[in-house]
């Protein structure tokens, strides 16, 4: 299975709501790695690098967040795979 990576950039109310942590338990579901930061301008930034697939699923949950977060956009990118195991906050 070929790998690929993608950075996420997640604007709205996404800081203070349990946004980092939620990302971090659906990319572990679906077997991805990399992690999730709060940005200084409010947003959440998320690496990840696994199957193309797992990366679009993450894109979709990325849209949805968690329920008291209110997504208003979120951005894709390609980027390099992630060199570290598991997911991340921080």
Same mark, same amino acid.
């Not at 579901?29 to 709060?38: C, K, P, Q, S, T």
């Not at 193309?52 to 979120?74: S, T, Y």
């Not at 990118?77 to 991340?88: C, M, Q, T, Y």
């Given at each position: 299975? %070929?790998? =690929?990576?993608? *950075?996420? /950039? /997640?604007?709205? &109310?996404?800081? @203070?709501? @349990?946004?980092? #942590?939620?990302?971090r338990? &659906? =990319?572990?579901?679906? +077997? $991805? *790695?990399?992690?999730? &930061?709060?940005?200084?301008?409010? %947003?959440?930034? /998320?690496?990840?690098?696994?199957s =193309? #697939?797992? $990366?679009? !699923?993450?894109?979709? !949950?990325?849209?949805? +967040?968690?329920? $008291?977060?209110?997504?208003? &956009? /979120?951005s894709? +990118?390609? #980027?390099? $795979?992630?060199?570290?195991?598991?997911?991340?906050?921080?």
């Open positions: 299975m %070929s790998e =690929a990576g993608a *950075r996420f /950039v /997640v604007e709205g &109310r996404v800081q @203070g709501v @349990g946004f980092r #942590a939620w990302t338990r &659906r =990319a572990l579901e679906l +077997g $991805l *790695r990399g992690h999730a &930061r709060n940005q200084p301008d409010g %947003s959440v930034e /998320v690496l990840a690098s696994g =193309a #697939a797992a $990366l679009d !699923a993450l894109h979709d !949950a990325l849209r949805a +967040g968690p329920p $008291l977060a209110r997504v208003e &956009r /979120v894709r +990118g390609d #980027a390099p $795979l992630v060199g570290h195991d598991g997911f991340h906050t921080g």
